[in-house]
């Protein structure tokens, strides 16, 4: 298994600012995912991060919005940019186990932009 | 591309009661099949996963699920359910052809009441 930590555990944000959230795993991994769980709803993958290359971004999200960084090999952020109230989320990282068999999941950044 | 559909957004049950949290998924490859909880304010938690094998898989707290591939379905069950399983459960379908990225449904909020 893996202990993913995340940072904040949550904000209050004002409109037009930025938000960088800290993603922290206990060992190292390959990939990590970072989705968007919008109030009453499902997740949504944003982008995929491997470290040592840009991140894989999901339809419907872009680099300049989402900006994603991965320095090493158990450490990520994802900064939310220019935030509007339809931000309002929370913020998920993500890795997977061993063989790819099962993901694992952080206690989420919950984010409310006024 | 793969999808999953869960047909019931919300249900509600009495405790000790036995409950069936239905999912559909499509794909034209094989899949990996998942159900994960998330207990209000917190990350998601596996529940119990499908790779191969046996199409009855158990998972944590009681629960179990049926994969299906005829009716491409994989509902999870509970045959007495407790106050403690309120939450909202997602069910979750992956390609292990690929990078394993997990494609959510939209949810089904499980309410148990006394």
């Known amino acids: 298994s893996a202990v993913i930590s995340q940072k904040p555990s949550r904000d209050i944000c004002q409109r037009g600012t930025s938000l960088t959230i800290q993603c922290q795993v206990d060992?190292?991994?390959?990939?990590m995912f970072w989705y968007r769980q919008q109030p009453g709803q499902s997740l949504t993958l944003i982008a995929t991060?491997?470290?040592?290359?840009?991140?894989?971004?999901e339809s419907g999200f872009v680099i300049d919005k989402f900006p994603i960084s991965r320095p090493n090999l158990t450490f990520s952020t994802l900064t939310v940019s220019n935030m509007s109230p339809e931000d309002s989320s929370i913020y998920l990282c993500?890795?997977?186990?061993?063989?790819?068999?099962?993901?694992?999941f952080g206690q989420g950044t919950r984010l409310t932009v006024v | 591309a793969q999808s999953v559909t869960q047909l019931d957004s919300q249900v509600p049950v009495f405790e000790e009661a036995p409950v069936e949290l239905r999912c559909n998924y499509s794909?034209?490859?094989?899949?990996?099949l998942f159900w994960y909880v998330q207990y209000p304010n917190q990350g998601l938690q596996l529940l119990l996963k499908?790779?191969?094998?046996?199409?009855l898989v158990k998972g944590i707290n009681g629960f179990e699920a049926e994969f299906n591939k005829s009716q491409t379905s994989f509902h999870l069950r509970k045959p007495s359910v407790h106050i403690s399983d309120t939450a909202e459960y997602f069910c979750?379908?992956?390609?292990?052809?690929?990078?394993?990225?997990?494609?959510f449904g939209a949810g089904t909020r499980l309410a148990v009441h006394p």
């Open positions: 993500s890795v997977h186990g061993e063989k790819n068999t099962e993901a694992f």
């Open positions: 060992s190292q991994v390959t990939m």
């Open positions: 991060a491997n470290q040592g290359s840009e991140a894989t971004y």
């Open positions: 794909s034209s490859v094989s899949v990996y």
């Open positions: 499908y790779l191969s094998g046996s199409t």
């Open positions: 979750a379908v992956s390609d292990p052809g690929g990078y394993n990225k997990l494609i």
